[in-house]
């Protein structure tokens, strides 16, 4: 083999020094976190930044794509381009045209790249804002785990563009809390908060310094971020999304108190309402002292007076929170304890007394509907009078459930209340009786009067009054099931089913009642149309509302 000449070499090795210094990446400037109400600083491109067009690669999604990009140091919360901010208003105002979606996140991510990746002279620039309102996109575009791992992918293309020295597109706060918002609304429990809580101690470690080869400026943790860590953990409802959302909280108090405070992640009155929301839905043993607790620590930042203490206002909302962890706690003390509470509301309110909402006032009654009281029945009831209009069925629902499981002597006092709330609740014209007031109901008359053919007659006329009303369901007729066996014997004769427990569509039947020991079946489906047409009617009306 011939050798090859002296200095053959060379020009590729000049080359090869003259891109790796080409692309190398400058040092960035560290970021301090601004006080409380300081707009952060936007500092100039350092000494040593890139030139204004380069040559590079980009990140799309697995896969480098040469582009021609167009570098802007210096520009992270506000496009400074007049263009870019116009461009920046038109895929704000398109998303919101869309009506979102997984479509319009789609359309939004391929419109934004392919600018990306055109020319410099056509048009404008796509920056960090227009990628945020891609993420953003994805994160509300209800898709789930896909909109959660689209979003990633549009991060990682940001740090594909951030890699090659294009400063426009690089990774900011809003960025990564918009993806840890994405992987909160996923619905994937076991992924979710633990990818939230990855993002998240990114943050902590960035610290607004940035460096490296990502070379983030003006990113770090903040109160959003950590907000939407402890939303991730109550959306998930695993057994510790308490504990784990109550540590981001005590994290946050540490961190803002001290002699080096960061007002930056101070907590404020939603991340104290979303963490006792965890605590009330847990079920842990406890969780009722653990929230009161926290609500209590709540207004002894609020009491100091200081700016720390001026955004700490709880709501009626906190306070239904702690009250539901009372009830569900089957504390012997616990309809004392909201009792107690609905009494503080008047006097812990900052701007006058709070006025309890409806859920406050539900709490309570379930509280006393769990209370081993022989007058829980009695109680209820008078908490339902209480309640102020309109009232929903819920709170009807649950003085006919605490009647209808009471076990002491007086029978007849108890039956005569739940005869009378279930004819408030069918003279109230804001609300109307489900299946589950029906039920309740029946399983009132079956415990609390004799067997005889009079009750008989009394369970039918409450039947027929629930299809008369359309809201017959499957729990419905398990209640028959139990409490009148007679009835359920008449509609299987007519409706019955003695087949497999597979419907027409190949899916398991579900049983309910006493359908679990018995092949006799009546099945909702097999009834008439109009017994059930009204099912879902208050679901249909409380989306209506909210829209």
């Not at 918002?181 to 939230?196: F, I, K, M, T, V």
């Not at 629930?466 to 007679?486: I, Y």
């Not at 006493?514 to 008439?528: E, F, Y």
Request: charged content about 25%; some cysteine; aromatic content about 6%.
């Amino acid at each position: 083999m011939t050798p090859r000449p002296r200095g053959a070499l060379t020009p590729w090795i000049l080359l090869l020094l003259y891109a790796v210094v080409l692309r190398a990446p400058h040092p960035a400037r560290a970021y301090v976190p601004p006080l409380s109400g300081a707009s952060p600083r936007r500092p100039g491109p350092p000494p040593d930044s890139p030139p204004d067009v380069v040559d590079g690669e980009v990140d799309d999604g697995g896969s480098r794509q040469p582009a021609r990009i167009q570098c802007a140091s210096g520009r992270r919360y506000a496009s400074a381009d007049p263009a870019t901010a116009a461009y920046n208003r038109s895929l704000r105002r398109t998303l919101l045209d869309g009506g979102g979606g997984a479509a319009a996140a789609r359309a939004l991510e391929a419109a934004v790249t392919s600018r990306a990746r055109a020319p410099i002279d056509n048009g404008p620039r796509p920056d960090t804002v227009s990628f945020n309102v891609v993420l953003h996109a994805w994160a509300t575009s209800g898709a789930g785990q896909t909109g959660a791992r689209r979003a990633e992918r549009v991060l990682s293309r940001m740090e594909g563009l951030n890699s090659v020295g294009v400063c426009d597109c690089a990774p900011d706060t809003v960025s990564l809390n918009t993806v840890m918002n994405a992987w909160a609304r996923s619905g994937d429990s076991e992924r979710g908060p633990e990818r939230c809580e990855e993002i998240f101690a990114e943050l902590i470690r960035s610290g607004g310094a940035g460096g490296g080869r990502r070379r983030r400026q003006h990113v770090g943790p903040d109160t959003i971020g950590a907000n939407t860590v402890i939303n991730s953990w109550l959306k998930s409802g695993r057994d510790d999304a308490a504990v784990s959302a109550d540590a981001v909280l005590r994290w946050m108090e540490v961190q803002s108190a001290g002699p080096k405070p960061r007002f930056d992640v101070r907590p404020n009155a939603n991340s104290y309402d979303m963490v006792l929301g965890t605590w009330s839905v847990s079920g842990l043993e406890g969780a009722a002292h653990r929230a009161e607790e926290t609500l209590g620590k709540m207004l002894e930042a609020r009491g100091r007076g200081d700016e720390d203490g001026t955004h700490l206002r709880p709501s009626a909302r906190t306070y239904a929170a702690v009250m539901n962890a009372w009830a569900r706690s089957n504390e012997p003390d616990a309809a004392e304890r909201c009792e107690e509470l609905l009494g503080r509301m008047a006097t812990d309110g900052q701007d006058g007394p709070l006025r309890p909402c409806a859920a406050c006032h539900v709490a309570s009654i379930k509280a006393w509907a769990r209370s081993p009281s022989d007058a829980k029945a009695q109680m209820a009831a008078a908490a339902l009078e209480r309640m102020p209009a309109p009232r929903n069925v819920y709170a009807y629902n649950t003085v006919v459930n605490a009647c209808a499981f009471y076990y002491g002597k007086e029978t007849s006092v108890t039956m005569d209340v739940a005869e009378q709330t279930f004819k408030a609740l069918l003279s109230d014209k804001r609300c109307r009786p489900n299946g589950a007031s029906y039920c309740a109901m029946m399983k009132a008359i079956f415990h609390l009067t004799d067997a005889s053919e009079h009750r008989d007659r009394r369970l039918g006329v409450l039947f027929d009054d629930a299809c008369k009303r359309g809201v017959v369901d499957d729990v419905l007729l398990g209640a028959v099931g139990q409490v009148c066996p007679s009835l359920m014997e008449i509609l299987f004769l007519q409706f019955g089913d003695e087949g497999s427990d597979v419907d027409s569509k190949g899916r398991k039947r579900k049983k309910t009642g006493n359908q679990r020991s018995t092949q006799r079946r009546v099945w909702v489906k097999a009834l008439p149309k109009s017994w059930s047409q009204n099912k879902f009617r208050d679901r249909h009306d409380k989306k209506k509302r909210k829209l």
